[in-house]
């Protein structure tokens, strides 16, 4: 399956949210949306999956026209934190409900997934009772019970123990590796480099920037301590290289085999490196 976003312009009556988006995602990958609140992710979402539809533009799967073609949406499967659950009903309930709207459910299937998501023993439970990781981790079960070819989660693991979110991340990097296309949104960095191939920043409604997190020559931002960060700094300058620092951090950007050659030139001017961390570009857009 392959979803193609053409010129995606969205409006909540005089507020555009949404300005002429334009991108494909393929399978086989696992793609991350970061953003500040408010900038879009989840009305992105919700265009995708015909939840909106009053949009310019167009949204295809496989070349077709989602909002003329929305039988692909059986297809797909969708963590949206809005989506209500029936509070007064069951777990189980609300598994046979939303399973049977997508025209198909698989009792052994939720049964397994929610031992795996440890919520097996509260499924007869009425959803009211539920603690808030618990209502969570059934809305996760739903979006993951039909064997979806397409798997669009919106913060999903905001609110989750963290036995349940090292499963999910497994599970949805297993599901990755069977071909399935995934998009993730998060204000966490760690699960957009855990999980992520690329990752694109929406600001106001824009896709403002895109990184490929498997490219080995895109650069890092380092963040390194040294005993004395002005020969380092001055080191920098002599290759062209801008950096920040305060105290003894000293931050740069470079390719990791630039970074290797700063490092050998600091060691032979007898530097040392007390504590050296590396994080992709894309982090200075998670929060
Ligand atoms: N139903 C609605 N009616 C009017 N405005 C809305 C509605 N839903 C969202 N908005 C506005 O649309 C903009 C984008 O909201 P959206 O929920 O898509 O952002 P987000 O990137 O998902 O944010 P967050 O990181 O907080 O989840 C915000 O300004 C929000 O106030």
């Not at 991350?32 to 539809?53: E, H, Q, R, Y």
């Not at 809005?82 to 777990?91: A, H, N, P, Q, R």
């Amino acid at each position: 399956m392959k979803i193609s976003v053409e010129n995606l312009t969205f409006a909540y009556g005089p507020k555009k949210v949404l300005k002429a988006v334009t991108t494909t995602f393929e399978n086989g990958k696992i793609y991350g949306l970061v953003g500040k609140n408010g900038a879009g992710k989840t009305t992105f979402f919700k265009a995708l999956t015909n939840i909106i539809t009053n949009y310019s533009g167009e949204v295809k799967y496989d070349g077709k026209e989602i909002r003329k073609h929305p039988s692909a949406l059986t297809k797909v499967g969708i963590l949206l934190d809005d989506i209500e659950l029936y509070k007064s009903y069951t777990g189980w309930f609300n598994l046979r409900y939303f399973g049977g709207l997508r025209g198909y459910f698989d009792e052994e299937v939720a049964r397994r997934l929610a031992e795996e998501l440890d919520i097996a023993e509260n499924l007869n439970e009425k959803v009211a009772t539920y603690s808030l990781g618990m209502g969570k981790k059934l809305l996760l079960l739903i979006s993951l019970m039909n064997d979806a070819e397409v798997l669009i989660f919106d913060e999903p693991l905001r609110g989750i123990d963290a036995k349940a979110v090292n499963w999910f991340r497994q599970y949805l990097l297993d599901l990755k590796r069977k071909g399935k296309l995934i998009l993730i949104s998060s204000h966490v960095q760690e699960d957009i480099e855990k999980l992520c191939d690329e990752v694109f920043v929406l600001d106001e409604g824009a896709f403002t920037e895109h990184f490929d997190l498997n490219d080995d020559s895109q650069s890092l931002i380092y963040k390194v301590w040294v005993n004395e960060p002005s020969v380092l700094t001055e080191l920098l300058i002599s290759k062209g290289i801008t950096y920040d620092y305060h105290q003894k951090e000293v931050n740069f950007e470079a390719t990791p085999e630039l970074f290797q050659e700063i490092f050998q030139d600091a060691v032979n001017r007898d530097l040392i490196f007390t504590e050296i961390k590396k994080e992709s570009k894309f982090a200075a857009f998670v929060n």
